[in-house]
Nanobody, 126 residues
């Protein structure tokens, strides 16, 4: 499994932006689909976005589509989550995760994510 480390969280005003980063250890980062999940106060963890290992295929949850952008730089073994137009409902601990897809161009079912980094806290003040 790949080891993951998330960073970039913080306090931001509503309407603002943040970029989260998730760095993977090991040489196999480019073989994993990367995902972001979040868990808000008193809520269950929910899927946010994912990106295939190569080729750029992405999937977003309905609540963030058009505001968040997931990307990756395999040369740096890092995935990113650019978050724009943040609102109070985006307040959560954000987790990055990895999963082995069927092909390097594929995304995966959200249940397939099985390697997790530590969370990074995002607080959006209104």
């Amino acid at each position: 499994q790949v080891q993951l480390a998330a960073s970039g969280g913080g306090l931001v005003q509503a309407g603002g932006s943040l970029r989260l980063s998730c760095t993977g250890s090991g040489r196999s980062f480019s073989g994993y689909a990367m995902g972001w999940f979040r868990q808000g106060p008193g809520k269950e963890r929910e899927f946010v976005a994912q990106i295939a290992p190569i080729g750029g295929s992405t999937i977003y949850s309905r609540g963030v589509k058009g505001r968040f952008t997931i990307s990756r730089d395999n040369a740096k073994s890092t995935a990113y989550l650019q978050m724009n137009s943040l609102n109070a409902e985006d307040t959560a601990v954000y987790y990055c995760s990895a999963a082995r897809p069927e092909t390097k161009f594929s995304t995966v079912p959200t249940s397939a994510f099985d390697s997790w980094g530590q969370g990074t806290q995002v607080i959006v003040s209104s």
